[in-house]
């Protein structure tokens, strides 16, 4: 049997709007920034003289950092209050985008992007806290919608924008001017957000205990096999498209963007039923991507089913994170910062192995074969989910 260390949310008597679009809005120049290397992977190798492969660990350090600052920035600063470490985040990542934008080679980048993974891993761990202050016990699911808009909003228009900037001008502008917005929603995360209280029971032993609840391990395994699946392809979702015959970058901007808008009317869509519905999401949705995915691979000549799967690949995706988390709001209440925590680390590792292997297989096999493990993954993912859901359900 457990222990249960009571975590108090005070939660507000009612949806506080502005509060969440401010949390929005850094959500999506969050993911923007972490996920445009995808999208102008081709001209930033070019660009600093490396391979594509190569270009991809921009991404692997950024969730490397993420992997070490999602379990520990609770334990870190313990008393700090939320709001204060949600404006640091954004003075993080401000700063990391504008030396990106200024580096002169990998190597510094690297660095900057480490940075951007420290924010990012914060915001996200501490975002399901945040939407619980910002919301009534009954609607978390719907709160966390808002943060998990801003990761939807970011495929409609921002890394689509950002490879269009980087057609147009330069790759390094894109990243100059997501490095200036966020400095500014960075002052409106501090002015608009209420105080939130930091989490009285923010220790190492509670993060162990959480996981030995029954069900929370087996779902975490399986988090993270869905969300490496998921990366193995998206990481390199360029090259994949490629090799659409005849096809332009002008071509592949839509594309992308089109995966931002299936993400966007699923994040809506799930955000409505996922309270009521998490359990199911979470297993059939892992499945769909996964037939999304097969089908980018074996049908690259039918544009029309190429575009289909990429938006069908988004509408289950991008609300990923709203299931997650609303299954630790519904499972482990008294946990939240805990249980989101474990779900950013989980994210992180997952990111972590997908670029960095992901880079490494894709040199040397080529995308087709990244993309088949990434299948295969989402498969088992969804498969140790339902399982450890189920066994919990019946040992209660």
């Known amino acids: 049997m457990t222990t249960t260390a009571p975590v108090?949310?005070?939660?507000?008597?009612?949806?506080?709007?502005?509060?969440?679009?401010?949390?929005?809005?850094?959500?999506?120049?969050?993911?923007t920034a972490e996920f445009l290397p995808n999208g102008v992977l081709t001209e930033m190798a070019a660009s600093l003289g490396i391979t594509p492969?190569?270009?991809?660990?921009?991404?692997?350090?950024?969730?490397?950092?993420?992997?070490?600052?999602?379990?520990?920035?609770?334990?870190l600063l313990p008393r700090l209050d939320r709001r204060a470490l949600l404006t640091g985040a954004a003075a993080a990542a401000a700063i990391s985008s504008l030396v990106v934008a200024a580096a002169p080679g990998l190597v510094a980048i690297l660095v900057a992007r480490f940075l951007l993974g420290a924010a990012i891993s914060t915001f996200w761990a501490m975002s399901i806290t945040v939407a619980a202050r910002l919301s009534s016990p009954e609607r978390i699911g719907r709160a966390v919608m808002f943060t998990s808009a801003g990761l939807s909003l970011a495929?409609?228009?921002?890394?689509?924008?950002?490879?269009?900037?980087?057609?147009?001008?330069?790759?390094?502008?894109?990243?100059?001017?997501?490095?200036?917005?966020?400095?500014?929603?960075?002052?409106?995360?501090?002015?608009?957000?209420?105080?939130?209280?930091?989490?009285?029971?923010?220790?190492?032993?509670?993060?162990?205990?959480?996981?030995?609840?029954?069900?929370?391990?087996?779902?975490?395994?399986?988090?993270?096999?869905?969300?490496?699946?998921?990366?193995?392809?998206?990481?390199?979702?360029?090259?994949?498209?490629?090799?659409?015959?005849?096809?332009?970058?002008?071509?592949?901007v839509l594309l992308l963007a089109l995966f931002g808008v299936g993400g966007l009317v699923g994040n809506v869509v799930v955000g409505v039923i996922v309270d009521r519905a998490f359990v199911r999401l979470a297993v059939v949705g892992p499945l769909v991507i996964s037939?999304?995915?097969?089908?980018?691979?074996?049908?690259?000549?039918?544009?029309?089913?190429?575009?289909?799967?990429?938006?069908?690949?988004?509408?289950?995706?991008?609300?990923?994170?709203?299931?997650?988390?609303?299954?630790v709001g519904h499972r482990m209440p008294d946990r939240l910062e805990a249980g989101g925590g474990l779900v950013v680390t989980g994210f992180q590792l997952a990111i972590t192995i997908a670029a960095g292997v992901g880079g490494l297989l894709v040199d040397a096999a080529g995308v087709v074969t990244v993309d088949a493990i990434g299948i295969a993954l989402l498969v088992v993912g969804a498969v140790l989910f339902g399982v450890s859901v189920r066994g919990a359900s019946l040992r209660r």
């Open 8 to 31: 108090p949310v005070s939660a507000a008597p009612a949806m506080r709007y502005g509060g969440l679009i401010v949390l929005m809005l850094l959500s999506f120049l969050l993911v």
């Open 53 to 75: 492969g190569q270009a991809g660990q921009t991404v692997t350090v950024t969730a490397l950092a993420g992997l070490i600052f999602a379990p520990t920035i609770g334990l």
């Open 155 to 252: 495929t409609v228009a921002g890394v689509p924008i950002g490879v269009a900037l980087s057609e147009v001008l330069d790759w390094r502008i894109a990243f100059l001017l997501i490095g200036v917005v966020t400095a500014s929603v960075g002052v409106a995360v501090r002015v608009v957000l209420p105080p939130v209280p930091a989490a009285s029971a923010s220790s190492l032993r509670i993060l162990i205990d959480t996981l030995r609840r029954p069900g929370v391990s087996g779902g975490m395994v399986g988090h993270v096999l869905v969300v490496l699946g998921h990366f193995l392809a998206y990481t390199y979702v360029r090259l994949a498209l490629e090799r659409i015959p005849g096809v332009e970058a002008g071509a592949i």
């Open 291 to 327: 037939a999304a995915i097969a089908a980018i691979v074996l049908l690259p000549s039918a544009l029309a089913v190429v575009a289909a799967a990429v938006a069908v690949w988004g509408f289950f995706f991008s609300s990923w994170l709203i299931i997650v988390n609303t299954w």
